[in-house]
């Protein structure tokens, strides 16, 4: 935005003034997520010093809290939210319980399910707070009434949460975007690997991937994986016990330009997620650099991934038939590398700056338009 030429001012709360506050901090994090009068006030003398346009929300979640919508309510500026995740309607965030998708608080219209099975950390006081914001929220008509345009990052997206309640005719699709292009690495001169980048957690199917490695043996080419979590100790144990130590490397969490050097030299980035992604930037990235990617048939990424053209698709959690659609690739390296090919063309064409640029304004210029037809 300030490339052209618009002026902005960022507010930002940081997790962090809670987390070194100990139990305090969890107690005023749970108290300011369902409203926060404080960040209420705060926007709303913002909105008025500066006379914005726009005020657009990417994140409310603990300490902002949606009363910063209400901050606009008899001032200038349109409200534009970004929904980077499912959390308008679900506690949890992620529309997963137990290993598995879930989306019973949004078919029921309810937040009963989420209280029942605990759904935000595995405790009842945590999820709560989320319950609360919620319902709240739902009730006041916070999405229908305050805010006028929002931006969800999938076309699959923007259905599961226009089903639960938000306005369709006010949703609108846009996803991330890669602000500094690289250029890819010629085909030949990468490196016959395979990457994963993620959090290594039980819903990004990391151990998916590792069951596939085990069922394709020593012809298996090297698998890469980047990042860190909880699963980690268990998955390194899974890979040593099996022998494959040499075939899967563990790089833990790198910084972002080390990880897109050793992303930019693979052939293919597989993505064996068993929750409904939001739009990982780790696609943009891939696309970018011009690699394939292979992703479960799960929530965004049918409509993300375009079949034999940027990548494939597998059948969630099952090993079995991730390996075979590897290997239906990786043996063919003119079709993987005609794939690569096909991936940074759909990145032009959907994901540069210029894209998102010409996107984003006029999703600001329709929200302007729905406000002043309010007031």
């Not at 937040?111 to 999820?127: E, Q, S």
Request: glycine share 6%; aromatic share 10%.
């Amino acid at each position: 935005m300030r490339q052209h030429g618009h002026t902005l001012t960022q507010l930002v709360r940081h997790n962090d003034e809670i987390r070194n506050q100990g139990v305090w901090g969890c107690v005023r994090g749970a108290l300011s997520a369902p409203w926060n009068p404080f960040s209420e006030w705060a926007t709303e003398q913002l909105s008025r010093t500066k006379s914005f346009d726009i005020l657009h929300i990417h994140n409310t979640f603990p300490l902002l809290s949606p009363s910063v919508f209400y901050a606009a309510k008899n001032s200038r500026p349109a409200t534009v939210l970004t929904l980077h995740n499912f959390r308008t309607f679900c506690a949890a965030g992620i529309l997963m319980r137990e290993g598995r998708p879930c989306t019973e608080c949004l078919d029921k219209r309810s937040v009963g399910p989420a209280l029942r099975h605990k759904c935000y950390r595995g405790g009842i006081f945590a999820t709560a707070p989320l319950a609360t914001m919620i319902w709240l929220h739902r009730t006041l008509k916070t999405w229908e009434k305050q805010v006028d345009a929002f931006i969800a990052l999938t076309e699959f997206q923007k259905y599961i949460l226009c089903n639960a309640g938000l306005p369709s005719a006010r949703v609108f699709v846009k996803p991330n975007f890669y602000p500094t292009p690289p250029e890819p690495l010629p085909w030949g001169e990468r490196i016959r690997k395979v990457a994963f980048i993620g959090r290594l957690s039980v819903e990004k199917g990391c151990n998916v991937l590792i069951k596939t490695w085990k069922l394709w043996g020593r012809e298996a080419p090297l698998l890469e994986i980047i990042g860190d979590g909880p699963e980690r100790s268990k998955l390194e144990d899974s890979v040593s016990a099996a022998g494959l130590s040499k075939k899967i490397i563990f790089r833990g969490q790198l910084s972002f330009n080390e990880a897109q050097t050793r992303l930019s030299t693979a052939r293919l980035l597989v993505i064996p997620s068993l929750c409904f992604e939001g739009f990982p930037m780790v696609i943009r990235e891939a696309f970018a650099f011009g690699i394939p990617v292979v992703a479960s048939r799960l929530g965004s990424m049918p409509w993300i991934i375009a079949e034999e053209s940027t990548g494939t698709l597998f059948q969630p959690g099952d090993a079995k038939d991730l390996l075979d659609k590897i290997q239906n690739i990786w043996e063919n390296d003119h079709k993987l590398s005609t794939m690569g090919t096909n991936a940074r063309e759909s990145f032009l064409q959907k994901y540069t700056a210029d894209v998102n640029y010409n996107e984003l304004i006029q999703i600001y210029q329709f929200a302007i338009d729905y406000r002043n037809k309010k007031f």
